[in-house]
């Protein structure tokens, strides 16, 4: 029957590799739409790692200018004292300018045995920032004084990191790095720093000395729930008398999350949206063509019904050709597709362009279905005696 | 004659309901995405407030220093621009500002994201400004340090709520108290060169602006020619100055600094190898692409359908002597009416969509609009539009054979 039905289709080659092409080029457009949906729900199903409620952050752009290292500290000491004091203030951090659900990233690269491992996002930040944002510890321990000195510089990884230098063994106490090494005191969970439909990345904490202190710019702070604009104000006020010279913002991490999430997003819309007209555009497009096919073999058909084929099997026929059409598109889009995990074109996990595969394949074929149905039907209610006796 | 093409092209628009709906809705789409494509780049490109003499105007706007393996490049110091860019003959104005940040202001129980930027008096002589009260700076006021600023409508209608007029007044930011002397029309936030809601005269930076001493800072500078005759000259003698500077470290080698004019100093990416303008227009030109050769592939099967309808109408006129390229050119310009007409349809649904835009919480002071230049680029796409999906089906048809035309019917 299938050898009947591809003669059938070579007979009208020229119509039929229109159509192809027009699937094909569809399937390609659903192919990276859902490439981009899979990859965010992937991501947007891990958990964020951190606690951002009630979390500020106070920038303050150029604080003092000094390179004596003890006024540095006296500084900061004096700043942090002032700030914990304040009745709605739980706990204060300083760290690098790549805070949570900022657009600033820091990275780095390390040798190690051999290997280089890139592209590793590089946090300046003090003893209280893993008690401030709650972010879980998976072994060993966060940073405390003592740190200040230990000779093998300590270093807290996130979990993307150990299982990229150590498998998935223990790392507490490992050292790593060719060139200058670092000791691991504690591994942390991923936190994933741009929003939510982010990835983590790789990770590595460094405790801060006094002496770099002086080039930080940022610091986070955890208030009360019932901390208000008022006390903002306060704050606000309380920061920039300190620091004279400074320039002071104050932004929620709650802003900063659905302002990154909203980024992430926007560009995803407008393609779904624009894709979706196209979609309905081909939809609307196959429909039309296959029903006019249709009209055009009323006289093949009526021949069919009048030799004993059943409607049903008419309506399959004409499905079962769409069906083949299509699944030529499908063969040649999927040889398309799969390119881009064999040459890992945008460095994104194999899993999410298989996954993205299947669900165009399937789309498509649904289209497909849904388009050729209709004319189907109406195919199988020809009459035969009406539709011989008009040719 | 074209009027008879006219009428027959309607004619059969009017034959096959549920086929002209398709193609027009395919058509119509397709040019209003297009168009609202075109809208919001003529509002980047030819939004001209506050820089309306921008064929006279260079903008200095990053500083690249690379070497082998090594690469750094960011906004300009204040003090390179005042040492070396305000030593060039050429210009006839230079102005320098900030670039702008943010700050908090807290009023009323109200916090306000105020964006300030530092600028000099020349300022608001080289750029045209709509001040809806009060007036700029003076240079006089610059050197006396004295606290006083021009905001923006948008931050005073926060900060003031509907008070009348504001100048006089005093406005809180940054823990300083400034007087205001001008209120501005927005600047919107697409011109980021320039947009701002506080604009400070540099002398009230919090820190001496002149200890910086490296290429690199916070600042860019704007030249102006006396006439646009003499921007080339004006940019040959910045790049000539630029030329002559040393490293400021011996890992480089070298330093890419550029007078643009703003289009190129609008998409500048700071790094020197990578061309803004051509990711730009990369982006762009694929986007096109992928828009409209779906619903073209779409309107080319459409059509070779419908071509089958007509084909006692081919044969008749075929055998009465029409040539394949009468034949081909008549379904041609019929598709064309077909565009156009659907072209019409989409100006409606682009101003449905530029409303909804516009309202949209995207971009602050956004205000897409159709003019001109957009009809223009919308007439465009139209008939590339008609051309692509009309050309291949024409061939089909005007090869038709007399006798299977004929025949068919």
């Known amino acids: 029957m299938f050898r009947h039905l591809f003669i059938l289709m070579w007979n009208k080659k020229k119509q039929n590799f229109l159509l192809m092409t027009e699937m094909f080029v569809s399937f390609l457009v659903v192919f990276a739409v859902l490439t981009i949906s899979v990859y965010y729900y992937g991501n947007y199903r891990k958990p964020i790692g951190l606690d951002y409620e009630n979390v500020w952050i106070v920038d303050y752009s150029n604080p003092l200018r000094t390179d004596n290292k003890d006024s540095i500290w006296l500084f900061y000491d004096a700043l942090q004292k002032t700030v914990k004091a304040l009745p709605q203030v739980r706990e204060i951090s300083f760290t690098s300018n790549n805070v949570p659900f900022s657009s600033s990233t820091i990275m780095n690269g390390v040798n190690n045995r051999g290997k280089n491992i890139s592209s590793i996002n590089w946090y300046n930040i003090d003893d209280n920032y893993q008690n401030l944002l709650n972010i879980k510890l998976l072994e060993g321990r966060w940073f405390n004084k003592q740190d200040a000195v230990a000779r093998v510089k300590p270093v807290v990884i996130n979990a993307t990191l150990r299982e990229e230098l150590f498998g998935n063994q223990p790392a507490v106490g490992k050292q790593y790095g060719d060139d200058k090494q670092s000791r691991v005191i504690g591994v942390v969970q991923d936190t994933k720093m741009k929003g939510d439909y982010t990835i983590a990345g790789k990770a590595v904490y460094n405790r801060v000395d006094t002496g770099s202190l002086g080039g930080m710019q940022k610091m986070l702070v955890r208030v009360t729930p019932d901390a208000d604009i008022t006390f903002e ?4 006020k309380t920061v920039s008398t300190v620091m004279k010279t400074a320039n002071v913002e104050i932004q929620h991490l709650t802003d900063r999350r659905k302002y990154m999430n909203n980024m992430s997003l926007m560009p995803m819309i407008i393609l779904s949206i624009v894709a979706g007209f196209l979609i309905i555009n081909v939809a609307l497009g196959l429909f039309g063509v296959l029903w006019y096919n249709i009209n055009k073999r009323r006289g093949e058909i009526g021949l069919r019904r009048a030799v004993g084929a059943t409607g049903s099997s008419v309506s399959m026929q004409l499905v079962a050709e769409a069906l083949i059409l299509s699944t030529f598109s499908i063969i040649v889009g999927v040889f398309f597709a799969v390119q881009f995990p064999l040459l890992n074109v945008f460095d994104l996990p194999a899993g999410v362009y298989v996954m993205a595969i299947v669900l165009s394949v399937l789309f498509i074929y649904l289209l497909v279905l849904i388009c050729a149905f209709y004319p189907g039907r109406q195919a199988a209610a020809v009459y035969p005696a009406v539709a011989l006796h008009e040719d | 004659m074209l009027v008879n ?3 027959i092209a309607i004619a059969v628009l009017k034959r096959r309901k549920f086929f002209t709906f398709i193609s027009i809705f395919v058509i119509s789409f397709t040019i209003t995405i297009l168009m609202v494509l075109a809208a919001f780049v003529d509002k980047v490109v030819s939004e001209n ?29 204040f003090y390179y621009l005042e040492r070396y860019v305000k030593s060039l ?6 102005f320098i500002s900030s670039r702008h940040e943010n700050t908090n202001t807290y009023v009323n129980n109200k916090k306000i994201t105020v964006s300030y930027k530092y600028t000099d008096a020349t300022y608001w002589e080289v750029l045209d400004h709509d001040f809806v009260e009060g007036k700029p700076f003076t240079a006089q006021q610059l050197a006396n340090g004295e606290r006083v600023a021009v905001i923006s409508e948008d931050l005073k209608k926060e900060y003031f709520g509907n008070m009348p007029s504001v100048v006089g007044q005093y406005i809180e930011a940054d823990d300083v108290r400034y007087r205001v002397s001008g209120v501005i029309r927005t600047v919107p936030s697409t011109n980021y060169l320039f947009s701002g809601d506080l604009f400070l005269p540099y002398t009230l930076s919090k820190i001496d602006l002149r200890s910086n ?9 704007v030249l102006e020619a006396a006439s646009s005759a003499d921007v080339p000259a004006m940019k040959a003698e910045y790049e000539q100055m630029a030329a002559r500077l040393p490293m400021s470290n011996k890992m480089y080698t070298n330093i890419y600094t550029h007078a643009d004019n703003y289009l190129n100093a609008y998409l500048r990416t700071g790094n020197e190898k990578k061309s803004g303008m051509q990711i730009a227009f990369m982006t762009i030109s694929i986007f096109v692409l992928l828009i409209m050769l779906l619903p073209a592939m779409n309107l080319v099967n459409i059509n070779v359908t419908r071509i089958m309808e007509r084909s006692s109408e081919i044969g008749v006129r075929k055998a009465f002597g029409a ?27 682009s ?4 409303q909804v835009i516009n309202n949209a919480p995207l971009l602050n002071n956004l205000h897409l609009s159709l003019n001109f230049n957009v009809l223009l680029v919308t007439l465009l796409a139209c008939l590339v539009f008609g051309l692509l999906s009309g050309v291949y089906p024409a061939w089909r048809m005007s090869r038709m054979h007399v006798v299977d035309a004929l025949k068919a019917s």
Do not use: H
């Open chain 1, 233 to 236: 104000g306060r704050l606000y």
């Open chain 2, 5 to 7: 093409y006219f009428k």
């Open chain 2, 49 to 77: 407030y506050p820089d309306r003499n921008r064929s006279r105007l260079l903008y200095i706007t990053t500083f690249e220093e690379s070497g082998p393996g090594s690469m750094n490049s960011g906004a300009l110091s």
């Open chain 2, 89 to 94: 003959k050429r210009p006839a104005k230079i």
């Open chain 2, 213 to 221: 001493k490296d290429y690199r800072g916070n600042f860019m500078g």
């Open chain 2, 323 to 349: 040539s394949s390229k009468v034949l081909a050119g008549q379904f041609i310009i019929e598709n064309l009416i077909l565009t156009l007409l659907s072209g019409v349809i989409s100006i409606v649904l």
């Open chain 2, 351 to 354: 101003l449905i969509a530029l």
